[in-house]
């Protein structure tokens, strides 16, 4: 089946870019999530890319796709304290189900 | 307010105890969905429902039932809950053809 692989762990120093990383499997995707997680509560959308463009860039955040590779990133600018949270990876294709991927923590240090 | 309710947010049950975790939203959406979120996994699709009466098996949908008699009540039902069910559960709905999903603030459940 469909499998959405990150890294588990990005510890980044308050100030500086982070860069998160995705890869997916499934070739038919039409939408990219990106979803914020923070301590005690439920999932929130970051941001989504439709699976015909590059990039696409809001405010501090930048995801850029490469199709052919099937990798998805975020990059989240000037990181802050208030962005440590877990950000999790999901595509849908034509099922209409989303697939997760496990989550990446993002620890941000003074 | 648009939200997603889930009740109990915290549950410790025993093993075999039937027990059924609510879950209703306001937002008049057609798409439901249960996820459990387990360390190390992220979420896994349970069950999902694109309308009324109608609801389809997710990822790992084994030990579980729901229901979908009206639009904004998408209960989650463990017949006999068992120690690996022990797990965060999060209910979400989003409207037909829309992308974004909102999501529940979850239910800690323990299966003792």
């Known amino acids: 089946g469909e499998d959405v692989e990150q890294s588990l762990f990005l510890s980044v120093r308050e100030g500086d870019s982070s860069v998160i990383n995705c890869t997916y499997t499934?070739?038919?995707?039409?939408?990219l999530y990106w979803y914020k997680q923070e301590p005690g509560a439920g999932l929130q959308l970051l941001t989504y890319?439709?699976?015909?463009?590059d990039m696409k860039q809001d405010q501090r955040l930048t995801v850029l796709l490469n199709k052919k590779d099937k990798h998805l990133s975020l990059r989240i600018a000037d990181t802050q304290t208030g962005d440590s949270a877990i950000y999790f990876c999901?595509?849908?294709?034509?099922?209409?189900?989303?697939?997760f991927g496990r989550g990446t923590s993002l620890i941000v240090h003074p | 307010e648009a939200q997603v309710t889930q009740n109990p947010r915290y549950l410790i049950t025993v093993t075999g105890k039937k027990l059924t975790v609510t879950c209703s939203q306001n937002?008049?959406?057609?798409?439901m969905s249960w996820y459990r979120q387990d360390p190390g996994l992220g979420l896994r699709q349970i069950y999902y429902?694109?309308?009324?009466?109608?609801?389809d098996k997710g990822d790992v949908p084994e030990g579980y039932k729901v229901s979908r008699k009206e639009k904004r009540n998408f209960p989650l039902i463990l017949e006999s809950p068992s120690p690996n069910q022990t797990s965060l559960y999060f209910c979400?709905?989003?409207?037909?053809?829309?992308?974004?999903?909102?999501f529940g603030p979850g239910t800690r459940l323990t299966v003792t």
């Open positions: 999901a595509e849908e294709g034509r099922s209409y189900i989303p697939t």
């Open positions: 979400a709905s989003r409207p037909d053809g829309a992308t974004e999903q909102y």
């Open positions: 429902s694109m309308n009324v009466e109608v609801t």
């Open positions: 499934d070739s038919s995707s039409t939408y």
């Open positions: 890319i439709f699976s015909n463009m």
């Open positions: 937002m008049n959406h057609e798409y």
